[in-house]
């Protein structure tokens, strides 16, 4: 009877981490890991072609002609959904959130924008004078706040709550940046039908919102029509995730809380555990055959490594000891200047904006987007692997 009884409590001992990993902040993280080693084996493998086909092959059929290849729809469907959480989030912070109060958004707006524009520098620095990589410059701009917050949770108490908070704010103001970026600078030609059939969509969803309209479906309805003309309207088709979901109501009905609200909470898991995964397994299979680590020091993957390493730390920890010396903004409460170091190396994690900025910037290159890939993978794993030694061993900041 003992045994019977014990057994089931060792197992339930055993198995405990594993249900503390999967609800909490380091499963996001993890599963990307795991994701982006299933890409690189199956890109480099026997399955290669098979990989490649899945993604790459044209479809028997497409309800959207456009959308001919599984990669595709992919890229520009399911991750027209992630940017449409990120819009929800960017909209609840700055109507109720972080974002709200001018003073609270003083550091990590700064931060962001130096956390952007050192990278880009450093890129320019390195790849500038190179023909046909001035487009990449984007690319080491972007941080992964699944990754980087999956680090974070890793880590447990070590990071103060204030520090955490920082972090994931200075992200939201990177997905802001990294939309506009995508917006601007990688457009192509405009066709100005589809693009005023999308306005006319957005001006529809911002009448529902003004008429009080609560229910989810016009607006998924009108948020699905807006997709599409931005989809052939040249500029990219994830930027109507955003545009959609700042239309979307912010007022709480009853006990219910808003639509917002209730959007956001029944696609954030989603988007975690299925529409990133699919896009970082889908986008991160570098093929290594022909480039070798030798590969690393060409220009591109050595720009892309160094503007997330290198960049993005001098960015941030550098505009944070700035606000802090000037009196502009005090750095996050009871934290050290090297967990603020440690945070700054985790900013440095791309992935998934970096690598879907990576295939906007060269879309007719192959070879060079096999090369950012890599350059981004390398980047975001030494500044991860950093991040985490120098969270792990700072001190706390003394009381």
């Not at 499963?27 to 399955?47: D, E, K, M, Q, R």
């Not at 023909?131 to 103060?160: E, H, S």
């Not at 529902?208 to 052939?232: D, E, F, K, M, S």
């Amino acid at each position: 009877m003992t045994r019977k009884v014990a057994r089931p409590r060792l197992l339930d001992a055993a198995a405990r981490p594993f249900k503390a990993l999967f609800v909490s902040d380091a499963f996001g993280g993890v599963l990307l890991i795991a994701v982006a080693v299933l890409a690189i084996v199956a890109a480099n493998s026997a399955w290669s072609q098979g990989y490649h086909a899945l993604f790459h092959a044209t479809l028997p059929w497409s309800p959207v002609p456009k959308l001919d290849t599984l990669h595709l729809w992919i890229n520009d469907g399911l991750m027209a959904v992630f940017f449409f959480v990120v819009g929800l989030e960017v909209k609840r912070e700055i109507v109720i959130g972080n974002l709200a109060d001018p003073r609270s958004r003083r550091l990590p707006v700064v931060a962001a924008i130096a956390g952007m524009a050192v990278p880009a520098l450093v890129y320019l620095a390195i790849a500038g004078g190179e023909p046909g990589l001035v487009d990449g410059w984007a690319i080491p701009a972007a941080t992964d706040i699944a990754f980087a917050m999956g680090v974070v949770g890793l880590l447990g108490t070590r990071v103060p709550g204030p520090l955490r908070l920082f972090l994931l704010t200075v992200a939201i103001v990177d997905d802001i940046g990294a939309v506009l970026v995508i917006a601007l600078a990688y457009t192509s030609g405009i066709d100005l039908a589809w693009l005023l059939g999308g306005l006319l969509a957005f001006a529809g969803m911002v009448a529902l919102n003004r008429a009080g309209v609560i229910r989810g479906w016009p607006y998924v309805i009108g948020a699905a029509g807006l997709w599409l003309c931005v989809l052939h309207s040249g500029v990219h088709a994830t930027v109507a995730g955003v545009v959609a979901a700042l239309t979307i109501p912010t007022r709480a009905v009853g006990d219910h809380g808003s639509l917002l609200e209730a959007m956001e909470h029944a696609l954030v898991r989603w988007n975690a555990y299925l529409i990133v995964p699919l896009f970082g397994f889908a986008n991160a299979g570098v093929a290594l055959a022909g480039l070798g680590l030798a590969a690393l020091l060409d220009p591109l993957p050595l720009a892309i490594g160094a503007g997330l390493v290198i960049g993005k730390q001098m960015g941030i920890f550098g505009s944070v000891w700035a606000a802090d010396r000037l009196g502009f903004a005090r750095r996050p409460e009871g934290s050290s200047w090297a967990q603020i170091w440690g945070i700054s190396l985790l900013c440095g994690i791309g992935f998934t904006m970096s690598l879907f900025i990576g295939a906007l910037a060269f879309p007719y290159e192959p070879v060079l987007i096999e090369e950012a890939k890599l350059g981004v993978l390398a980047g975001s794993l030494v500044s991860a692997l950093l991040g985490y030694a120098v969270l792990r061993l700072a001190r706390p900041a003394k009381a």
